[in-house]
């Protein structure tokens, strides 16, 4: 047997956790607890050792995460409605996009928003112009 092989058999018992996909919630969570823990241990160094089994950590989080908790689709209006409900806006705080009417008639889908109004909700809350297209 070679000496790689010997070192990860005397290990093995240590690392064997850290090296299975999440299969349960349990799994996930404990996968995530152990890339916060390699995430203050690495920092940004890029060369660090355990760098590897970094990433292949972080990636079965997110193929967990797609499967498990896919983002749902949303439209401009649906962006609008989150981004009013974060910042604790009413349709009144929304002059860029024209009067309370006009706002009420875009989130009830009776009006589509332009492109001067995307402009300045894009510039408003510092995010893309296509999240509201």
Known sequence: MSALIEQAAEHWQFVAPLLRKPKSEADYDRLVQALDELLDLTGDNEEHPLNDLLEIIGDWIEAYDLEHRPIPEANGVD????????????????????????????????RQLNLRQVRWLAERFKVSMEVFV
């Open 79 to 110: 962006v609008l409605r989150y981004l009013m409900h974060e910042h604790g806006l009413t349709q009144s705080d929304l002059p860029g996009v024209g009067a309370q009417s006009v706002v009420s008639e875009v989130l009830s889908g009776k």
